[in-house]
């Protein structure tokens, strides 16, 4: 089992690995990549093993009609692949008949396949790193709709695919759509606890000065796993929709109700895995100001504002709301980080470790589970202060 206090020498020589490791980075990924290929160099180089990059050549280029093809310029037999790709791209741009498209995660879905198919079955094993699941946010089939993930998970499988590593993913029970294929759904809690300890050192984690609220009952798990672990209370919003008319594809809310204790002069943290157009987070922000919270820290592994940063940036000059957090797990545009409020949580170097231990045929149980860190980091800041 992997531990956190491995050293990168005993890490890598803790097992031999499976084979060659490579990484074949989709277009649009390539910033996540780089940093993910830094962290593997550096604990490979510790173990004396010389290599100037993990990152295998490779492209998509496209056709002036649109059409496109995947293109590998260095074999790969024999070798553990890792495909790394970003769904949620939409800055990554195309030309068809002259006009620039922007990539849709559809293509970015046909552009992995692609890849895959250019290694023509010669890689000793295939895997996925999707942290963005493709399709994930239509999770439950009501009436005659279509289930794209399921179905997508399930052609990766066919195509051989091992495994798929994944965070936050929407609903984790997609994973029942290939039983017999490896697939982590990964939550970055530890990532996300160390960047608010490190941006935020005036906070007090403790129950007197602290809370976290769960934004729906859909969230409940992660906020719940977040109090549990820092020891406060939990409190929970529920959505009243109606039901009787559907806007934009949902059911539009009509209010958001609040269960749980007091936040009147606390400091309040609300996780949830994406902030789409924002709105709902805001009428939180601006739900528990009413009920006289001190300062709200929200929290999204995919940050990606559908509908602009102009609402935030109100809500922040207001002080509705004190800071986001947010990860580096998908697209964020240049606005966004030059933004005050925002605050990047960095996973490449937890989606490092998964490469490494799965390369080399480690259980991923220690990576999966990182109380033992959190609790170390707590007791290191409580230290500290």
């Excluded at 690995?17 to 980075?25: K, M, P, S, T």
């Excluded at 990766?156 to 798929?164: D, E």
């Excluded at 999204?300 to 559908?306: D, G, Q």
């Excluded at 996973?347 to 490092?352: D, E, G, L, P, T």
Aim: proline share 3%; charged share 25%.
């Amino acid at each position: 089992m992997v531990k956190a206090k491995t050293s990168a020498k005993e890490f890598f020589n803790a097992a031999e690995r499976l084979a060659d490791l490579g990484l074949i980075v989709c277009p649009g990924a390539e910033e996540l990549a780089a940093k993910i290929d830094q962290h593997l160099l550096r604990w490979a180089h510790e173990a004396g093993i010389e290599q100037d990059t993990f990152i295998i050549d490779s492209e998509c280029p496209r056709f002036s009609s649109g059409d496109g093809k995947g293109l590998i310029r260095s074999t790969v037999r024999g070798d553990d692949l890792f495909f790394i790709v970003d769904v949620g791209n939409y800055n990554e741009k195309y030309k068809i008949f002259g006009h620039e498209n922007c990539m849709s995660p559809d293509d970015h879905y046909q552009n992995l396949k692609r890849l895959i198919q250019a290694t023509s079955g010669k890689a000793k094993r295939m895997s996925v790193i999707m942290p963005l699941l493709y399709g994930s946010r239509q999770h439950r089939r009501s009436y005659r709709e279509s289930l794209d993930c399921a179905v997508a998970l399930q052609e990766l499988q066919a195509m051989g695919i091992s495994n798929i590593v994944t965070f936050d993913a929407h609903d984790p029970r997609m994973q029942n759509a290939v039983p017999l294929m490896g697939l982590d759904n990964v939550m970055p809690t530890y990532q996300v606890l160390k960047a608010m300890l490190r941006d935020l050192p005036d906070l007090n984690l403790d129950r007197d000065h602290f809370m976290v609220i769960s934004p729906d009952e859909g969230a409940m798990n992660r906020n719940m796993y977040y109090a549990s672990v820092l020891g406060v209370n939990l409190g929970m919003f529920y959505k009243r929709r109606d039901y009787s008319q559907v806007k934009d594809g949902r059911n539009p809310i009509v209010a958001h109700e609040y269960l749980g204790e007091s936040v009147e002069g606390k400091d309040v943290f609300v996780s949830d895995d994406i902030i789409s157009s924002g709105e709902s987070m805001l009428d939180i922000a601006y739900a528990l100001k009413k009920q006289g919270a001190k300062r709200i820290f929200a929290n999204a592994t995919y940050a990606i504002f559908t509908n602009g940063l102009e609402s935030f940036d109100k809500a922040y000059k207001e002080g509705m709301i004190s800071g986001v957090f947010g990860s580096n797990l998908t697209y964020r545009t240049p606005e966004l980080l030059e933004r005050e409020w925002f605050h990047e949580v960095d996973v490449s170097k937890y989606i490092a470790y998964f490469i490494a231990a799965l390369n080399h045929d480690l259980s991923v149980g220690a990576i999966i589970d990182p109380h033992e860190k959190i609790r170390a980091l707590l007791d290191r800041t409580q230290k500290n202060k």
